[in-house]
C-alpha cells in the first residue's frame, strides 16, 4: 500500500471468523524477554484501557470530532500491536485513518468491528494469562 492509499476498512467475514486466537500471547512473552509479570501487567492495562478508548472513539464520532477520534484509535492501535492483536490494530489503523481523512461515517462502521474484536481479545484474555504464566 502506498501513502496515498487508504486501508480497506472493510473487514471481510473470513478474517473475523476466524480460528485463530485474537492475539499471539507467545509472541508477546517473547518480546518480553520471558518476563511474564510484564506481559500480565499488559494485559491488565489493555483490559483497563481498550473497552475505555472504544467509547472515547464513538464519542468523538457521535460528537463530529475527528481529531479526538483519531488520537484515541490512534492510540489503542499501539497498544494493540504491543499485544499482538492483529485484528483490533488493524480495524483501530482503519479508524484513525478514516478520522484523519475527516470521514467519520466510515469510521463509525468499523467500531461495530472494533467491537467484535475486543470482544475476542477481552475474552481470550484468561487464556492468554495462562499460556504465559502456566500452572506447574
Known amino acids: ?38 506481559v500480565a501487567m499488559l494485559f491488565d492495562k489493555f483490559e483497563k484501557q481498550a473497552r475505555e478508548d472504544l467509547v472515547r472513539i464513538e464519542q468523538a464520532i457521535a460528537s463530529h470530532d475527528a481529531g479526538q477520534a483519531s488520537r484515541v484509535a490512534h492510540a489503542l492501535k499501539g497498544a494493540a500491536g504491543a499485544l499482538s492483536a492483529t485484528e483490533v490494530q488493524k480495524t483501530a489503523a482503519a479508524i484513525e485513518h478514516a ?10 462502521e ?3 468491528t472494533l467491537t467484535r474484536e475486543l470482544d475476542r481479545c477481552l475474552a481470550y484474555l484468561p487464556s492468554a494469562r495462562a499460556a504465559v504464566n502456566p500452572q506447574p
Open 110 to 112: 468499523c467500531c461495530t
Open 99 to 108: 478520522a484523519r481523512e475527516n470521514r467519520l461515517d466510515a469510521a463509525a
Open 1 to 38: 500500500m502506498t501513502d496515498t492509499q487508504s486501508p480497506d476498512i472493510r473487514t471481510p467475514a473470513s478474517r473475523t471468523d476466524s480460528p485463530c486466537p485474537p492475539l499471539d500471547a507467545l509472541a508477546l512473552l517473547e518480546r518480553c524477554m520471558g518476563n511474564a509479570a510484564l
